[in-house]
């Protein structure tokens, strides 16, 4: 552009020239920008919020790392059922947010050993990470699996892939976040549709054993095309048709 300038007199050459090193400069040093003034903003989110280490919570039954939409959801079904909950979260904002309604958070990384060690862990009955990082795996478990052999992991998936390296596990109870809200959804459309309730409830068992038998098949091939054949509505799937009047 600046060219096309100079080749039309609009701007003298040693204008373009000093336009094109702004713009050369500029694009260089955005990225590090961007860097610094995330660090600064999360540094001041820290200094507005009140955040405690988990070694200041009670002594739990249940210690819940993360508490965002799926987090919140677990605490509030732990507690209904007696249960005691240390709570856990990294993020100042979502703890800022729970303390507004009433929720005590602790902040932290919760996927760290000494952290868990800390909320008391080594005593708790079960561990609940509900965080929202698909990047969790049974091989970066290992640590808290050895660390607290006695306590139970449940793991948030956040999708099919990662249940199936969460998997290698067979200690670790796995919950693929859509996985029920889309049944449910599911099971109530056909309620309006007016489906009788045994044929819901017959459909929707058939549903989890193919989706248990396709992804064995997956898991034991490692391939994410392996059991095809369960998933209704395929090439090659096996007959089950359930017709309405």
Do not use: W
Not at 17 to 44: D, E, Q, Y
Not at 113 to 129: N, P, T, W, Y
Not at 135 to 153: D, G, N
Not at 221 to 231: E, L, Q, V, Y
């Amino acid at each position: 552009m600046f060219t096309a300038a100079q080749q039309a007199l609009l701007i003298e050459p040693e204008a373009g020239s000093l336009f094109g090193a702004v713009v050369t400069l500029s694009m260089a040093t955005t990225p590090f920008l961007m860097i610094i003034a995330g660090k600064l903003a999360a540094r001041t989110g820290k200094e507005d919020v009140q955040l405690d280490d988990p070694e200041l919570a009670s002594q739990a039954n249940v210690i819940i790392v993360g508490h965002g939409r799926f987090g919140l959801q677990v605490s509030q079904i732990m507690q209904a059922a007696g249960r005691s909950v240390t709570l856990i979260d990294i993020n100042p904002q979502t703890i800022d947010l729970s303390n507004d309604f009433g929720f005590k958070v602790f902040y932290g990384d919760g996927t760290r050993v000494d952290l868990l060690k800390r909320a008391g862990g080594e005593d708790a009955q079960a561990i609940f990470f509900c965080i929202d990082d698909r990047y969790v795996t049974a091989e970066s478990l290992i640590p808290v699996r050895e660390t607290f052999p006695r306590t139970k992991l449940f793991v948030r998936a956040f999708d099919r892939e990662q249940a199936l390296k969460l998997m290698e596990d067979d200690g670790i109870s796995i919950m693929r976040e859509v996985f029920e809200s889309s049944i449910r959804m599911s099971a109530d459309a056909l309620k309006y549709f007016g489906t009788d309730r045994e044929v819901i409830l017959h459909i929707i068992a058939e549903f989890r054993r193919r989706d248990r038998s396709r992804l064995k098949a997956q898991f034991n091939s490692g391939d994410m095309h392996a059991g095809t054949r369960h998933s209704f509505g395929s090439d090659d799937s096996d007959d089950f048709l359930i017709t309405q009047d």
